[in-house]
Protein backbone atom coordinates (compact mmCIF):
# COMPACT_ATOMS: atom_id res chain seq x y z
CA UNK A 1 0.00 0.00 0.00
CA UNK A 2 1.51 3.79 -0.70
CA UNK A 3 1.84 5.96 2.27
CA UNK A 4 -0.42 8.25 0.39
CA UNK A 5 -2.64 8.11 -2.03
CA UNK A 6 -4.97 10.12 -3.95
CA UNK A 7 -7.24 9.57 -6.86
CA UNK A 8 -5.25 10.78 -9.44
CA UNK A 9 -8.21 12.53 -11.89
CA UNK A 10 -8.66 14.62 -13.66
CA UNK A 11 -11.65 16.12 -12.28
CA UNK A 12 -12.93 18.72 -14.78
CA UNK A 13 -15.84 20.56 -13.49
CA UNK A 14 -17.43 23.70 -14.53
CA UNK A 15 -17.01 26.78 -13.11
CA UNK A 16 -19.28 27.52 -9.54
CA UNK A 17 -18.86 23.55 -8.85
CA UNK A 18 -18.39 21.54 -5.71
CA UNK A 19 -15.64 19.26 -5.83
CA UNK A 20 -13.95 16.90 -3.29
CA UNK A 21 -10.85 15.03 -3.15
CA UNK A 22 -9.85 12.52 -0.71
CA UNK A 23 -6.73 10.77 0.61
CA UNK A 24 -5.65 7.96 2.62
CA UNK A 25 -2.56 7.58 4.73
CA UNK A 26 -0.78 4.49 5.34
CA UNK A 27 1.39 5.72 8.55
CA UNK A 28 -0.58 6.11 11.90
CA UNK A 29 1.93 7.80 13.53
CA UNK A 30 1.46 10.80 11.06
CA UNK A 31 1.25 13.66 12.88
CA UNK A 32 0.58 16.52 10.69
CA UNK A 33 -1.38 16.88 7.68
CA UNK A 34 -1.44 19.25 4.99
CA UNK A 35 -3.14 20.19 1.35
CA UNK A 36 -0.45 21.56 -1.06
CA UNK A 37 -1.50 23.21 -4.49
CA UNK A 38 0.80 22.95 -7.39
CA UNK A 39 0.64 24.87 -10.82
CA UNK A 40 1.77 23.46 -13.45
CA UNK A 41 5.73 23.72 -14.09
CA UNK A 42 5.57 25.74 -10.27
CA UNK A 43 6.58 24.63 -7.04
CA UNK A 44 4.22 23.22 -4.33
CA UNK A 45 2.66 26.10 -1.83
CA UNK A 46 0.31 25.41 1.35
CA UNK A 47 -2.68 25.48 0.40
CA UNK A 48 -3.85 24.76 4.67
CA UNK A 49 -2.99 22.54 7.08
CA UNK A 50 -5.57 20.08 8.01
CA UNK A 51 -6.82 19.74 11.53
CA UNK A 52 -8.65 17.24 13.88
CA UNK A 53 -11.53 19.37 14.26
CA UNK A 54 -12.09 19.98 10.58
CA UNK A 55 -10.81 23.86 9.46
CA UNK A 56 -12.18 25.82 7.02
CA UNK A 57 -10.04 29.05 4.96
CA UNK A 58 -13.54 30.94 2.47
CA UNK A 59 -14.08 28.19 0.08
CA UNK A 60 -12.13 25.22 0.95
CA UNK A 61 -12.69 22.98 3.52
CA UNK A 62 -10.36 20.48 5.42
CA UNK A 63 -11.47 17.32 7.44
CA UNK A 64 -9.09 14.73 9.08
CA UNK A 65 -10.47 11.23 10.05
CA UNK A 66 -7.84 9.75 11.93
CA UNK A 67 -9.20 5.93 13.07
CA UNK A 68 -9.75 5.92 8.98
CA UNK A 69 -6.52 7.89 8.25
CA UNK A 70 -8.58 9.53 5.83
CA UNK A 71 -8.43 13.01 4.70
CA UNK A 72 -10.53 15.48 2.36
CA UNK A 73 -10.37 18.19 0.79
CA UNK A 74 -13.68 20.24 -0.17
CA UNK A 75 -13.68 23.38 -2.90
CA UNK A 76 -16.89 25.36 -2.97
CA UNK A 77 -17.66 27.75 -5.75
CA UNK A 78 -15.03 26.16 -7.85
CA UNK A 79 -13.15 29.08 -9.67
CA UNK A 80 -10.34 28.89 -12.97
CA UNK A 81 -8.30 29.96 -10.63
CA UNK A 82 -8.60 26.64 -8.72
CA UNK A 83 -7.20 24.32 -11.25
CA UNK A 84 -3.91 23.12 -10.04
CA UNK A 85 -2.77 19.74 -9.06
CA UNK A 86 -3.81 19.31 -5.16
CA UNK A 87 -1.54 17.37 -2.99
CA UNK A 88 -2.33 15.61 -0.07
CA UNK A 89 0.89 15.73 2.55
CA UNK A 90 1.15 13.79 6.04
CA UNK A 91 3.70 14.78 8.35
CA UNK A 92 5.34 11.47 9.86
CA UNK A 93 8.08 10.81 12.36
CA UNK A 94 11.43 9.37 10.79
CA UNK A 95 13.43 9.17 13.89
CA UNK A 96 15.68 11.04 16.21
CA UNK A 97 12.71 13.99 16.68
CA UNK A 98 12.95 14.56 12.79
CA UNK A 99 9.90 14.44 10.76
CA UNK A 100 9.17 14.31 6.70
CA UNK A 101 6.92 15.01 4.67
CA UNK A 102 5.26 12.38 2.47
CA UNK A 103 3.90 13.53 -0.74
CA UNK A 104 0.87 11.95 -2.40
CA UNK A 105 1.23 11.99 -6.00
CA UNK A 106 -1.81 14.32 -6.50
CA UNK A 107 -5.19 15.21 -7.80
CA UNK A 108 -5.62 17.48 -10.99
CA UNK A 109 -8.34 20.13 -10.95
CA UNK A 110 -9.56 21.48 -14.23
CA UNK A 111 -12.28 24.19 -13.88
CA UNK A 112 -13.89 24.87 -17.06
CA UNK A 113 -15.83 28.00 -18.30
CA UNK B 1 11.87 39.05 -2.49
CA UNK B 2 12.40 35.57 -3.36
CA UNK B 3 11.73 33.47 -0.06
CA UNK B 4 13.50 30.21 -1.32
CA UNK B 5 15.25 30.66 -4.52
CA UNK B 6 17.76 27.95 -6.60
CA UNK B 7 19.95 28.40 -9.15
CA UNK B 8 20.47 27.04 -12.22
CA UNK B 9 16.56 26.98 -13.17
CA UNK B 10 17.32 24.56 -15.85
CA UNK B 11 20.32 22.59 -16.15
CA UNK B 12 20.83 20.44 -19.61
CA UNK B 13 23.82 18.11 -19.31
CA UNK B 14 25.64 14.91 -20.77
CA UNK B 15 25.74 11.30 -18.59
CA UNK B 16 28.54 10.95 -16.63
CA UNK B 17 29.49 15.04 -16.10
CA UNK B 18 29.07 16.17 -12.38
CA UNK B 19 27.11 19.02 -11.90
CA UNK B 20 26.01 21.37 -8.88
CA UNK B 21 22.69 22.94 -7.53
CA UNK B 22 22.62 25.55 -5.03
CA UNK B 23 19.70 27.10 -3.00
CA UNK B 24 19.48 29.87 -0.79
CA UNK B 25 17.03 31.33 1.85
CA UNK B 26 16.23 34.31 3.25
CA UNK B 27 13.83 33.35 5.87
CA UNK B 28 16.07 32.66 8.94
CA UNK B 29 14.69 29.21 8.74
CA UNK B 30 16.68 26.56 10.29
CA UNK B 31 15.75 23.62 8.48
CA UNK B 32 15.94 22.79 4.93
CA UNK B 33 15.25 20.09 2.76
CA UNK B 34 15.99 19.03 -0.86
CA UNK B 35 12.90 16.93 -2.84
CA UNK B 36 12.96 15.53 -5.99
CA UNK B 37 9.86 15.25 -8.68
CA UNK B 38 10.24 12.55 -11.00
CA UNK B 39 8.47 12.18 -14.61
CA UNK B 40 5.33 11.46 -12.81
CA UNK B 41 5.25 14.01 -10.86
CA UNK B 42 5.70 12.12 -7.46
CA UNK B 43 7.61 14.61 -4.96
CA UNK B 44 9.99 12.59 -2.61
CA UNK B 45 12.58 13.92 -0.01
CA UNK B 46 15.89 13.26 -0.90
CA UNK B 47 17.82 15.00 2.36
CA UNK B 48 17.18 17.06 4.96
CA UNK B 49 19.88 19.45 7.14
CA UNK B 50 18.98 21.16 10.66
CA UNK B 51 21.17 23.86 11.46
CA UNK B 52 24.12 22.81 9.15
CA UNK B 53 23.46 19.23 10.38
CA UNK B 54 22.05 16.26 8.24
CA UNK B 55 19.02 14.93 9.82
CA UNK B 56 17.09 12.75 6.86
CA UNK B 57 19.23 10.70 4.43
CA UNK B 58 16.68 9.03 2.15
CA UNK B 59 17.85 6.37 0.03
CA UNK B 60 19.21 7.81 -2.77
CA UNK B 61 22.74 7.12 -4.65
CA UNK B 62 25.82 8.37 -2.64
CA UNK B 63 26.26 9.92 -6.28
CA UNK B 64 24.45 12.55 -5.02
CA UNK B 65 26.19 14.94 -2.15
CA UNK B 66 24.35 17.66 -0.08
CA UNK B 67 26.23 20.10 1.49
CA UNK B 68 25.24 22.97 3.77
CA UNK B 69 27.57 25.98 4.20
CA UNK B 70 25.79 27.22 6.80
CA UNK B 71 22.11 27.39 7.89
CA UNK B 72 20.88 29.71 4.37
CA UNK B 73 22.61 27.68 1.94
CA UNK B 74 22.04 23.42 0.93
CA UNK B 75 23.42 22.83 -2.45
CA UNK B 76 23.53 19.60 -4.05
CA UNK B 77 26.17 18.26 -5.89
CA UNK B 78 25.85 15.24 -8.58
CA UNK B 79 28.44 13.22 -9.61
CA UNK B 80 28.60 10.69 -13.02
CA UNK B 81 24.98 12.20 -14.08
CA UNK B 82 22.60 9.09 -15.35
CA UNK B 83 19.52 9.48 -17.65
CA UNK B 84 17.12 8.61 -14.71
CA UNK B 85 18.93 11.54 -12.77
CA UNK B 86 16.28 13.77 -15.28
CA UNK B 87 14.05 15.35 -12.85
CA UNK B 88 12.73 18.57 -11.21
CA UNK B 89 15.05 19.01 -7.91
CA UNK B 90 13.07 21.50 -5.07
CA UNK B 91 14.67 23.01 -2.43
CA UNK B 92 12.23 23.39 0.59
CA UNK B 93 13.01 25.29 4.29
CA UNK B 94 10.80 25.55 7.58
CA UNK B 95 11.09 27.20 10.54
CA UNK B 96 12.57 24.72 12.46
CA UNK B 97 12.16 20.67 12.07
CA UNK B 98 9.11 20.66 14.34
CA UNK B 99 5.84 18.39 12.30
CA UNK B 100 3.94 21.22 12.43
CA UNK B 101 6.04 23.32 10.49
CA UNK B 102 5.31 24.39 6.92
CA UNK B 103 7.49 24.45 4.32
CA UNK B 104 8.60 26.65 1.81
CA UNK B 105 9.30 25.64 -1.74
CA UNK B 106 12.06 27.36 -4.25
CA UNK B 107 10.94 27.14 -8.21
CA UNK B 108 12.66 23.95 -8.87
CA UNK B 109 15.75 23.01 -10.99
CA UNK B 110 14.78 21.53 -14.40
CA UNK B 111 17.36 18.84 -14.70
CA UNK B 112 18.00 17.23 -18.09
CA UNK B 113 20.58 14.18 -18.57
CA UNK B 114 21.20 13.78 -21.91
Known amino acids: RKEVEQDPGPFNVPEGATVAFNCTYS??????FFWYRQDCRKEPKLLMS???SGNEDGRFTAQLNRASQYISLLIRDSKLSDSATYLCVVNTPSGAGSYQLTFGKGTKLSVIP | DTAVSQTPKYLVTQMGNDKSIKCEQN?????MYWYKQDSKKFLKIMFS???????INETVPNRFSPKSPDKAHLNLHINSLELGDSAVYFC?????????????FGPGTRLLVL
Open chain 2, 92 to 104: ASSRSRDFQETQY
Open chain 1, 50 to 52: VYS
Open chain 1, 27 to 32: NSASQS
Open chain 2, 49 to 55: YNNKELI
Open chain 2, 27 to 31: LGHDT
